[in-house]
């Protein structure tokens, strides 16, 4: 091997790097560059240029063999990979919320239909909303524009009751007796607002009769609920036109089911037994072996009928008896008078708690036959 023959101290002796006293080159005349830490168990490099500003990528001037390299860097393909699935994921959500949204309105729209008839027979048309369930407002602010005042005239005078609207167009479900006889109808609505209406069917055996305004659209009109659901002891609500006073709500309990109630089928022989709010002071009937409001007479029918003390005077017949939901579970027929029983005249009739209303299943099953005018 060749010696040296360079004289000892010629040179000054520098530390040694990498694998020992063989380490080439010597170090920098500058201080590599020093690892900054920013938490347990993570290192981070400088990038390119060293600690004092000159270039070299590794902090040794591009000579970095055996020296710890930079942590390695998130890099910017990582990050569009996730953005995707955030997009696609708040994509999902959106669409999740307008489907919900569109639902929504689909279903309010479809139940404001002109009187669809869904699988269970029901008539969709006005509800409760959500924050007003279950109370007597919310109730009578749903139904009330669906409920509206009748006036009939006929030879025996005028009668007053009242309706329920099952279509937009104008349908309206009444008792019998209410329009029996009539040569002429007027209907009023919560608005206020007159049609004359025309009769298109009427089953005297079910005391109902089913009317249709003349050029009417947009009406809003109720739903028809289902009463062999109803209990003894539910809350109800009634809607009608007791003496004229359009509008009225009461609202009771339902006290039994299944009454059997009995009324005359038409006016006889020029009697008034038709006049809501005459002499009288009810329509006539018979319950439970007594007769209420007067002579029933010879022709009568007799039906099952849900009682209820929600307080009813002349002119609630063919008004609403409404469930909580909003639902008309009844059709309001007959009422006990307390005038019929001492002669005293219709100034001094009362409701005292004993009303009856057709169950509204018995008008469902009812309503294709009273639409063809073919009712008994």
Do not use: C
Not at 264 to 272: I, L, P, V
Not at 331 to 357: E, K, P, R, T, W
């Amino acid at each position: 091997m060749t010696e040296s023959q360079r004289p000892s101290g010629e040179y000054p002796t520098y530390p040694s790097y990498g694998n020992g006293d063989a380490a080439y080159p010597p170090p920098p005349a500058y201080r590599p560059a020093q690892p900054i830490s920013t938490g347990p168990g993570t290192t981070v490099w400088p990038g390119n240029g060293g600690a004092d500003g000159h270039s070299g990528g590794d902090g040794y001037g591009g000579h970095g063999e055996g020296l710890p390299q930079p942590a390695p860097q998130p890099s910017g393909h990582g990050r569009r990979v996730r953005r995707p699935v955030a997009l696609l994921a708040a994509v999902a959500i959106a669409a999740a919320v307008v489907g919900g949204v569109t639902a929504t309105a689909i279903g309010q729209f479809t139940d404001a239909g002109s009187g669809g008839t869904g699988s269970s027979g029901a008539v969709s048309g006005t509800t409760v909303s959500q924050s007003s369930a279950g109370t007597v407002a919310g109730v009578a602010k749903a139904v009330s524009p669906a409920i509206v005042e009748i006036g009939a005239t006929s030879t025996a005078g005028e009668s007053t009751g009242s309706g329920v609207v099952i279509t937009s167009d104008g349908e309206i479900v009444t008792n019998n007796h209410v329009v029996a006889g009539a040569s002429s109808i007027k209907v009023t609505l919560s608005t206020g607002r007159t049609y004359t209406a025309k009769v298109l069917g009427t089953d005297a055996d079910k005391d109902l009769a089913l009317i249709e305004l003349q050029g009417a659209s947009g009406l809003k009109t109720a739903t028809l609920g289902d009463s062999s659901g109803v209990r003894v002891g539910d809350q109800v609500v009634a809607i009608g036109s007791p003496e004229g006073l359009t509008g009225t709500v009461t609202s009771g309990i339902v006290s039994a089911l299944n009454r059997d109630v009995t009324v005359a089928k038409d006016s006889e022989d020029g009697q008034d037994r038709g006049q809501q709010g005459g002499g009288d002071g009810g329509w006539p009937f018979r319950f439970g072996g007594q007769q209420f409001n007067g002579d029933t007479g010879d022709s009568t029918t007799t039906y099952k009928a849900i009682q209820t003390d929600a307080s009813l005077n002349p002119g609630n017949s063919g008004g609403a008896l409404i469930n909580m939901k909003g639902e008309i579970i009844g059709i309001n027929s007959a009422m006990y008078s307390a005038s019929s029983s001492d002669g005293s005249s219709s100034s001094g009739a009362g409701s005292v708690g004993l009303g009856f209303a057709i169950p509204v299943n018995t008008l469902k099953a009812d309503l294709d036959t009273l639409r063809s005018g073919n009712g008994g």
